[in-house]
């Protein structure tokens, strides 16, 4: 069982930039793919930004090309979102999430959530 623990919400004012980290505790953190999805009021959770097992590939949803980048750390057992040039649409609660298979943009492929951190850009 994957434990996941997100970091690094607040409140940021909007071009602003925040580092969102997620520390996972309870399998080998080299054998997931993982990814962000996040959540806004009224809204379905929405996927983000994913990295492979080893950080060779990544993908991104369209909407946070060339603002977020996610890396992970794998000594450290974190994945990371950096987040620059923030808009009042990336209010959200946000969430990492690991999977065995894949580091798919798709939410049930992943096996394990974390509880999430909200991000709430003022404009």
């Known amino acids: 069982q994957v434990q996941l623990v997100e970091s690094g919400g607040g409140l940021v004012q909007a071009g602003g930039s925040l580092r969102l980290s997620c520390g996972a505790s309870?399998?080998?953190?080299?054998?997931?793919?993982m990814g962000w999805f996040r959540q806004a009021p009224g809204k379905e959770r929405e996927f983000v930004a994913s990295?492979?097992?080893?950080?060779?590939?990544?993908r991104y949803a369209d909407g946070v090309k060339g603002r977020f980048t996610i890396s992970r750390d794998n000594a450290k057992n974190t994945v990371y979102l950096q987040m620059s040039s923030l808009k009042s649409e990336d209010t959200a609660v946000y969430y990492c999430?690991?999977?065995?298979?894949?580091?798919?943009?798709?939410?049930?492929?992943?096996?394990?959530w974390g509880q999430g951190t909200q991000v709430t850009v003022s404009s």
């Open positions: 999430a690991a999977s065995r298979r894949s580091f798919s943009t798709i939410m049930k492929l992943y096996d394990y």
């Open positions: 990295i492979s097992w080893i950080a060779v590939n990544t």
């Open positions: 309870g399998g080998t953190f080299s054998d997931y793919g």
